[in-house]
């Protein structure tokens, strides 16, 4: 089966960073797209960031880039989101997603991604 675990959420005030994981298991790690979803209260589900692991080509929404960064331990089955810079409208609960292949441009598309994990929650107080 496949597993997300996400984790490394928390409350950081503003101009702070963070660091999520994600550690992945029941899937060929190097050859999928693994990616990074939010949700903010009250508002629909954004793409924050994704890769394709069998290239390597990574992406990030335009609110993001220059502030959070994705990374991967291969060796790990691992994820990471660095997220610097938080700002308050960066507050969303975090999600881990997968998936074997999607068409790249629409990696930004939630239905996209067929394997979600729980989430982890990223509070940003000013």
């Known amino acids: 089966d496949v597993q997300l675990q996400a984790s490394g959420g928390g409350l950081v005030q503003a101009g702070g960073s963070l660091r999520l994981s994600c550690v992945t298991s029941g899937f060929t790690f190097d050859d999928w797209f693994i990616g990074w979803f939010r949700q903010a209260p009250g508002k629909e589900r954004e793409a924050v960031s994704c890769i394709n692991n069998s290239d390597g080509g990574t992406y990030y929404t335009d609110s993001v880039k220059g502030r959070f960064t994705l990374s991967t331990d291969n060796a790990k089955n691992t994820v990471y989101l660095h997220l610097n810079s938080l700002a308050p409208e960066d507050t969303a609960v975090y999600y881990c997603?997968?998936?074997?292949?999607?068409?790249?441009?629409?990696?930004?598309?939630?239905?996209?991604?067929?394997?979600w994990g729980q989430g982890t929650l990223v509070t940003v107080f000013s």
């Open positions: 997603v997968a998936d074997p292949g999607i068409f790249t441009p629409n990696w930004r598309i939630a239905h996209e991604f067929d394997y």
